[in-house]
């Protein structure tokens, strides 16, 4: 039996680590290399980075902290690269083979692709092609509709695409994604625990790893994700950020409920 995996999920937004709350709201945390640090430590599995930034301006600013002031994105990731010492999944504003090129070659094991891959879905059977499908992780960013159905949405949750994340994850997979990296919208930041109604769907209708993303307030909402969600591995963000020691008791909460972990 393959074990569950328990991610980390950082976001980036103009070079700070930010907490996002339903896409739209974004509480500034600090410097992007810290954070790393505690999870080295904590020996969490994987780790993913998305950038957010909906502009080109970077700066990580203070130079007192253990890296300098960075003006692109490249470079954040090189730093970053140096200190994470497991699986690292970058993401955001890729657009081009050259793009994945540049945050491979920098460090990444992995990317995450969501607006490209929604505009052009054979970008991602290209993607594989050149990097290899185990490379490729095709985020869906997922929410209810005015009519109370879920829809995908592209371009930073802003834009809704009319497709049913179900459809579209199973379109993803025929094109050559490795896995899938969905994240509820309508959870980001809530507290209240995954959309596993959701992620089940979508579990269910693909044969590639699923990642759960969205929601997780307490520790038992991971078990959850993997217990009634049906997810391969389970990711998230803000409870990392405050709470301490959080990817060890995370552990323990999984291995609490009889989920096949890392120990």
Request: aromatic share 8%; charged share 25%; glycine share 8%.
């Amino acid at each position: 039996m393959l074990k569950k995996r328990l991610i980390p999920c950082l976001f980036l937004k103009n070079g700070f680590l930010v907490r996002s709350q339903g896409f739209n709201e974004h509480q500034l945390l600090g410097n992007a290399i810290h954070q790393v640090e505690r999870f080295n430590a904590w020996e969490v599995d994987e780790l993913i980075y998305i950038d957010i930034t909906r502009d080109d301006h970077y700066d990580i600013r203070r130079d007192d902290m253990k890296v300098k002031s960075e003006s692109d994105i490249l470079k954040i990731l090189e730093a970053v690269s140096k200190t994470c010492f497991m699986p690292l999944t970058f993401g955001g504003r890729i657009r081009t083979l050259q793009d994945i090129y540049d945050r491979i070659s920098r460090g990444a094991d992995k990317v995450t692709i969501n607006t490209q891959a929604l505009a052009d879905p054979t970008f991602i059977t290209e993607s594989s092609m050149v990097f290899g499908s185990q490379a490729i992780v095709v985020s869906i960013d997922v929410k209810l509709n005015a009519n109370g159905e879920y829809e995908v949405y592209s371009h930073h949750g802003q834009q809704p695409t009319g497709l049913h994340p179900v459809a579209w994850a199973k379109q993803a997979e025929q094109y050559g994604a490795g896995e899938i990296f969905l994240n509820s919208i309508d959870r980001d930041g809530m507290a209240n625990g995954y959309d596993t109604a959701l992620i089940r769907q979508v579990a269910e209708a693909v044969s590639i790893p699923v990642i759960a993303c969205g929601g997780v307030g307490q520790f038992k909402h991971l078990a959850q994700g993997i217990n009634d969600g049906l997810a391969d591995a389970v990711a998230a963000g803000n409870i990392f950020h405050f709470t301490e020691l959080s990817g060890k008791r995370a552990r323990k909460e999984l291995l609490k409920a009889g989920i096949h972990v890392r120990n």
